[in-house]
């Protein structure tokens, strides 16, 4: 280290840099410890994976679906604190914590019966808990506890289902009833064994005995698949002892080979229930959704058991858009602290000193320069009085301004064709004495290859991550969910989030409440707000980054996908939204495209509605979504075990403990880069990360 206090350079602006910003300038004497902390960025906004901007009329346009599980024990405390801190007027839009997350406890799995899909709605008890006042007890007692209820629930669902003899149905209540009391005594007492035995002994009989009964009974089919997902889950747990000898150990096994030895049912494995937690982190080999999914089975474990204990409610959704909610906050508190943002700067690559013992420079193009009479970029506008991210630069703050403004090139792309305006570099002992390394797995092998030349495991790390390309599609139109035939019933102000298995673009949302913080004209209001996500499946090789159409060709296969998917599958899902249903003639399957609100072009019929909607390729290496395959975890390195002295690692793709794609794991990252770096927070307090007392998690 050259000097008493050092400088600090995160390069990466995603959740991990700004969560590693965040914990090392958390203590109002950082300054005291440090010199300075710059974060260093490609084009012009903040958030990676998170990153949203305002489109033609305001729209919030995404990269995906996103939103917070309850049990995001890390992230949903973090920005709490961000929303403290940050301490807006009463009478600004999302002023605080509480009006810029929404409780949720609904959500919709679809099952396929005799070919044909089957909406299964579900609910979850809420609690007491909020992330500033949360107790924190052990993580597998939080996820057992939250396994109890389900297990009640299911109880609770036999005993009121018909169609299944009246002495079985007691029996089968009486025992969940009776393992759910043993679990919570020997949870107590520290034991578990007479719980384990219990579902081995008594549960798999009865449950094998009642599920060719149940078959014909939805009700019952489906609490006996809940009853049996749960005890699996708890069993194995048990008898693998994951509380004492943590998840790690079991990765090298796929996760529906550990639930098959642990005695799940084959109608449980192959569950929407079991699945959910495959396809949620996307799970399929080569992203190839035509192939049976593989996911390490301790991940899987452990993130279907953190599910369970959750705070409040089970999902926590954003009031507006990633960008909104998230990102634009970090980032005011954070330059609030005096973190310094270089925006335009595109890291290029990382070179060692001599003896290949630490990080020597970091090679930096400048995309765009800032005009002589400015300081620092500033790179937020408001809409409807919110701080939010454009879709484009803010080109009056630039001096290649005016020129960007007529070419528009997307200095988010790793294939754009706009030119270097200037070179920095970055140099050890000048610019930095400690460097995060906070982009994603997917741009090592372009930024790094000296390191992964001088280390092996960095060259096992990249080998066993897989990062996958993803696509996403928004859409607006002019019915709500309910005008359009939605099977089953809404609370008042209830949205949908639903897991269709209908891949590739799998995942489903309904964000009417958003249009509330979009600006479009009274007269085009959309009425509903549809997201989707998936998989670009099967995944392809990139070309060269010189191939400047690539992104073009990507954009133009996610937007026939688009169209594809939703002219045969919308119908499935939303009968009155058909062809047929809205004009009374016509294809009874397709979606109809005149639904879709077009208002730069009211005229434009059929497909070319579509063309004012907004799709997305995540294809460049920092958006790509990272797996957790079997046998991976073991090569995933830890936030300081980077091999370089002056080198720390952040990103979901390091070793969290939690070793899933999610902004939990992201935090959680963040979180132990400032632990590398400072020796804060303390390991102990970042919930979920195995510390030597409790490998389980803290």
Same mark, same amino acid.
């Given at each position: 280290m050259s000097k008493e206090k050092p400088k600090v350079a995160i390069l990466g602006g995603g959740i991990a840099g700004l969560t590693t910003a965040f914990a090392l300038t958390r203590s109002s004497d950082w300054r005291e410890r440090l010199d300075s902390v710059t974060l260093y960025q490609m084009g012009w906004r903040l958030g990676g994976k998170c990153a949203s901007s305002r489109g033609p009329h305001g729209r919030i346009q995404e990269h995906g679906i996103h939103g917070f599980l309850g049990s995001y024990w890390n992230a949903l405390p973090l920005f709490a604190e961000v929303y403290a801190e940050l301490a807006r007027s009463p009478a600004s839009p999302l002023a605080t914590f509480e009006e810029a997350f929404r409780r949720d406890d609904f959500g919709i799995l679809w099952e396929s019966i005799d070919g044909r899909p089957l909406a299964w709605p579900q609910r979850f008890p809420s609690n007491i808990q909020t992330p500033s006042r949360a107790s924190h007890p052990p993580a597998f007692e939080r996820a057992v506890a939250g396994l109890l209820d389900g297990l009640a629930s299911a109880a609770l669902h036999l005993d009121m289902a018909g169609g299944v003899d009246r002495t079985q149905k007691t029996g089968l209540v009486a025992l969940v009833r009776r393992v759910a009391e043993f679990l919570a005594a020997d949870l107590a007492r520290g034991g578990a064994h007479p719980a384990a035995d219990l579902i081995t002994r008594a549960w798999r009989p009865l449950r094998d005995a009642v599920f060719d009964l149940a078959s014909e009974v939805t009700e019952v089919r489906r609490a006996l698949i809940t009853a049996d997902f749960t005890l699996t889950l708890i069993k194995g747990a048990l008898d693998d002892e994951v509380q004492r000898l943590g998840y790690d150990r079991l990765d090298g096994e796929n996760y529906s080979d550990w639930l098959a030895r642990h005695g799940a049912h084959v109608e449980t494995i192959r569950s929407p229930l079991a699945l959910n937690y495959i396809n949620m982190t996307y799970q399929y080999p080569g992203a190839d959704t035509s192939r049976p999914p593989q996911m390490a089975a301790g991940v899987y474990l452990h993130w279907a058991l953190q599910a369970f204990g959750y705070v409040g409610d089970f999902i926590w959704r954003f009031s507006a858009g990633s960008g909104e909610t998230l990102i634009a906050p970090l980032y005011e508190v954070l330059k609030r602290r005096g973190v310094r943002f270089e925006f335009f700067h595109k890291v290029e690559r990382l070179t060692l000193d001599p003896p290949g013992k630490g990080i020597q420079t970091v090679d930096i193009a400048i995309q765009a320069r800032l005009k002589p009479d400015l300081e620092?970029?500033?790179?937020?506008?408001?809409?409807?009085?919110?701080?939010?991210?454009? /879709?484009?630069?803010?080109?009056?703050?630039?001096?290649?301004?005016?020129?960007?403004?007529?070419?528009?090139?997307?200095?988010?792309?790793?294939?754009?064709?706009?030119?270097?305006?200037?070179?920095?570099?970055?140099?050890?002992?000048?610019?930095?004495?400690?460097?995060?390394?906070?982009?994603?797995? /997917?741009?090592?092998?372009?930024? $790094?290859?000296?390191?992964?030349?001088?280390?092996?495991?960095?060259?096992?790390?990249?080998?066993?991550?897989?990062?996958?390309?993803?696509?996403?599609?928004?859409?607006?139109?002019?019915?709500?969910?309910?005008?359009?035939?939605?099977?089953?019933?809404?609370?008042?102000?209830?949205?949908?989030?639903?897991?269709?298995?209908? =891949?590739?673009? =799998?995942?489903? /949302?309904?964000?009417?409440?958003?249009?509330? #913080?979009?600006?479009?004209?009274?007269?085009?209001?959309?009425?509903?707000?549809?997201?989707? $996500?998936?998989?670009? %499946?099967?995944?392809?090789?990139?070309?060269?980054?010189?191939?400047?159409?690539?992104?073009?060709?990507?954009?133009?296969?996610?937007?026939?996908?688009?169209?594809?998917?939703?002219?045969?599958?919308?119908?499935?899902?939303?009968?009155?939204?058909?062809?047929?249903?809205?004009?009374?003639?016509?294809?009874?399957?397709? #979606?109809?495209?005149?639904?879709?609100?077009?208002?730069?072009?009211? @005229? @434009?019929?059929?497909?070319?509605?579509?063309? %004012?909607q907004f799709w997305r390729a995540n294809i460049d290496p920092t958006e790509r979504y990272v797996a957790s395959p079997p046998g991976s975890t073991c090569h995933r390195l830890k936030a300081w075990e980077s091999g370089f002295a002056n080198l720390t690692l952040a990103g979901d793709w390091i070793y969290t403990g939690l070793n899933v794609g999610s902004v939990e794991a992201t935090v959680m990252s963040g979180l132990l880069a400032s632990f590398a770096v400072s020796g804060s927070p303390p390991l102990e307090t970042i919930a979920g990360y195995p510390t030597r007392e409790h490998p389980a998690g803290a």
């Open positions: 620092t970029y500033s790179p937020l506008i408001e809409v409807k009085g919110l701080p939010s991210w454009p /879709g484009e630069p803010v080109y009056d703050q630039l001096l290649e301004g005016e020129t960007m403004r007529r070419s528009k090139p997307d200095l988010e792309s790793w294939w754009t064709p706009w030119p270097t305006q200037g070179r920095r570099t970055l140099r050890a002992g000048e610019d930095f004495d400690h460097l995060v390394f906070a982009i994603s797995v /997917g741009a090592i092998p372009h930024l $790094c290859q000296e390191l992964l030349a001088a280390d092996p495991r960095w060259r096992a790390m990249v080998e066993a991550l897989p990062a996958l390309q993803t696509q996403a599609m928004q859409i607006w139109i002019d019915k709500t969910v309910e005008e359009l035939g939605w099977p089953g019933s809404l609370r008042a102000g209830e949205s949908v989030l639903t897991t269709t298995f209908i =891949n590739p673009l =799998n995942g489903h /949302g309904e964000f009417s409440d958003l249009i509330t #913080f979009e600006d479009w004209p009274i007269e085009a209001t959309p009425r509903g707000l549809w997201y989707f $996500c998936g998989l670009m %499946s099967p995944d392809e090789a990139p070309p060269p980054f010189a191939d400047h159409d690539y992104p073009a060709r990507q954009s133009a296969r996610v937007k026939a996908q688009s169209i594809q998917y939703l002219q045969a599958t919308m119908g499935t899902l939303v009968p009155k939204s058909t062809v047929q249903a809205q004009t009374g003639t016509g294809d009874p399957f397709g #979606f109809d495209l005149h639904l879709l609100v077009a208002p730069t072009d009211p @005229a @434009a019929s059929g497909v070319t509605r579509f063309d %004012s």
